[in-house]
């Protein structure tokens, strides 16, 4: 007998349990749109026992510890909108199962807590609660740095080449470079009073001829998107001189042998000289640097008109200059007495 009702206690309790559980608010924990779309509030009782008759539905806002009410569905007096509510929520197919609204054209201030209430009878209030999150889509772009790069020597600075700005994201969008070069990046996230994000990369290199026409690349990613935009580098760099035509067999009475200075510059060099430092002995009569008699200058090139004579060996060097700067660079001549027959490296 004891036994008996212990077990209709039993059953007694899970039924309870059970018709608590039977009336139940659905909703959605977490909820998200971005600014300008329309979100939909789900909210509905589960299976409502016809014993218990529902009296309201309410929604309701959280904000800063008050509740705000948002909307009410009234079986006997209808839907009423609130303000500020009034032209950008309905309820979706209000019944005293369903109280799914509709918010459109979210705004940030729309985040929070909402809260979905089902007043019934006799049993009371049943609620629950989500959160609503507004994203907010960044704008990027890059922007390289309008002053020149110009290569110098022993420069040790680093210099901004370019600035990757994501602006009011919401969540902050996450922002990386894609390069060769050697350069490094420095962030800073700026909080806006809206609570969106604007975060800002600066890439700095210290300018030179290697990354003179090397990508630079900006990623950006936002949720799934992702944007990017590149850019060349354009370094300014003085010459850099190499002089060709010297193959080390320069002989006596050699033809036709010519010198020329090729240099990678940016700009282009625009102007080329030339000039010998003689061997001593051979040639001291040329001590201040000018050029045998039998040479002409075409251009960056040095066009030995007669046969090669010993007066020719010395040290030429040529000066190329484009608007950076002035480098040099030289070969070493020297003649020998008669050709020879090994071709040299
Ligand atoms: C939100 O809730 C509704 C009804 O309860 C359900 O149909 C829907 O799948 C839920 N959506 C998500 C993303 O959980
Ligand atoms: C919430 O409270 C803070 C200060 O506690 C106040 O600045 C803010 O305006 C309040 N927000 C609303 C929506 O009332
Ligand atoms: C909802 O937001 C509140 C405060 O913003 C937070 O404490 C809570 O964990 C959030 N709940 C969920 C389900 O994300
Ligand atoms: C948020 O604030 C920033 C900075 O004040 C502003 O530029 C941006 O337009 C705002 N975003 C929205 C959606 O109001
Ligand atoms: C002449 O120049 C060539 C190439 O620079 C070098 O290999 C050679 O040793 C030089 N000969 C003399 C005699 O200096
Ligand atoms: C260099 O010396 C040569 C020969 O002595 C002379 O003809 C020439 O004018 C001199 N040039 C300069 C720039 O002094
Ligand atoms: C070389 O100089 C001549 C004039 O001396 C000029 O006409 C020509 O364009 C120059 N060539 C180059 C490649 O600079």
């Known amino acids: ?110 985040e929070g807590v909402y809260i979905c209430e089902f007043a019934t009878f006799p049993t009371g209030n049943r609620e629950n609660q989500l959160n609503l999150t507004v994203l907010a889509k ?41 390069t060769k070069l050697k350069g490094e990046a420095e962030y800073q996230e700026i909080r806006n009073n809206n609570g969106t994000i604007t975060v800002i990369s600066r890439y700095r290199l210290l300018p030179s001829r290697e990354a003179h026409r090397q990508q630079l690349m900006c990623v950006v990613n ?52 030339w000039k010998l430092v003689p061997q001593t002995k051979m040639g001291m009569d040329r001590m201040n640097g000018s050029l045998p008699d039998n040479v002409e200058v075409q251009n960056s090139t040095l066009l030995f008109k007669g046969p090669v004579m010993y007066n020719l060996a010395g040290t030429y060097v040529c000066e190329a200059t484009n608007t950076i700067g002035t480098r040099s660079g030289l070969v070493e001549v020297n003649v020998t007495g008669r050709k020879l027959s090994l071709p040299l490296p």
């Open 222 to 273: 936002y949720q799934l998107d992702r944007f990017t935009d590149s850019m060349t580098l354009n370094v300014l760099y003085e010459p850099e001189v190499r002089i060709d035509g010297f193959d080390g067999n320069w002989y006596l009475n050699r033809k036709d042998v010519k010198l020329t200075c090729t240099s990678d510059a940016n700009p282009p060099a625009t102007q080329y000289q």
């Open 138 to 178: 960044p704008t990027n772009q890059m922007v390289r740095t309008t002053s020149p790069l110009i290569a110098r020597a022993g420069m040790t600075e680093k210099i901004v080449v370019a600035t990757c700005t994501s602006s009011n994201g919401k969540p902050p969008s996450t922002v990386t470079w894609d």
């Open 1 to 110: 007998m004891s036994d008996f009702s212990f077990s209709s206690s039993f059953l007694l309790f899970l039924f309870l349990i059970a018709g608590l559980w039977a009336q139940m608010v659905l909703v959605n924990d977490t909820v998200s749109g971005f600014i300008g779309t329309n979100v939909i509030l789900h909210c509905s009782m589960t299976n409502p026992s016809p014993s218990v008759k529902i009296t309201q539905v309410t929604w309701q806002k959280a904000t800063n510890g008050s509740k705000q009410n948002v909307a009410i569905f009234n079986p006997n007096m209808g839907v009423s909108i609130l303000a500020p509510y009034k032209e950008r929520v309905t309820f979706r197919d209000p019944s005293t199962k369903d109280g799914t609204i509709q918010l459109s054209r979210l705004e940030l201030d729309d």
